[in-house]
């Protein structure tokens, strides 16, 4: 028995395919439209090996794969209709941070930078842009007071709170909202500086160039937005 599935999420395009045989089972998988790649795995007897198979489905629908017929043509990937990037589709990319591999900078970011990276190259600075602006906004006093309660704030890490000022933002633009009308809802103690990467790396990945060549508006460095400093 063989069962066939395909992924076309967002930019995915790919199909997983598993084959029964008694009490093995044979996977392939890959990008649709090459052969793939073909792993094996023999159980003791074929009710294991059919409870495996049976997780393995599982966890595959539930990251988006979807069952064709084995004798169904693989339907043609729909291009995605192109959206400008603006205030909504910055939050889409950053709600893409996959939390689950917490303790992986690179693949948390994974799925936003290659959602990023699709985009024309005016898209991924208009999201550079859009990411100083926010973090600017946060760059002052009474929100430095409210992350850092007690301490001294003329003697805070400026790259410190820079990156605790990454994590406002990773928890979304509703809370974003909350803690930039009430600074006493700071997420205290999370920080998470490998944000400031995602446009550099997304940039990357399209132009295989290294060096970002793209400069904000606004600096998101600690002290550049000196109105929110008043007595610093």
Known sequence: ???????????ANKFWNIEIDGSAYTVTFGKVGTKGRESHKVFSDASVCAVEVAKLMQEKQRKGYQEIEGNAPVPEKKAAAY???????????????????????????????????????????????????????LDG????AACYPGEDIRAISSDSFLYDRCSVLCNGPGFYDAV??????????????????????????????????????VSYETGSNTAGWPST
């Open 180 to 217: 930039l009308q009430d600074p006493s809802k700071w997420p205290i103690g999370l920080e998470f500086e490998s944000l400031l990467f995602l446009a550099g790396k997304a940039y990357t990945r399209k132009t295989k160039q290294e060096d970002f060549p793209h400069s904000t508006r």
């Open 1 to 11: 028995m063989k069962r066939y599935f395909i992924n076309q999420e967002g930019e």
């Open 83 to 137: 959206r400008p990037m603006d205030e909504a589709l910055f939050w889409e990319i950053l709600d893409l941070l996959n939390w689950k591999k917490a303790g992986n900078d690179d693949a948390v970011l994974l799925p936003a930078e290659k959602r990023l990276a699709a985009l024309p190259l005016e898209d991924i600075f208009a999201f550079e842009d859009i990411l100083a602006d926010k973090l600017y906004q």
């Open 141 to 144: 006093e009474k929100y430095a």
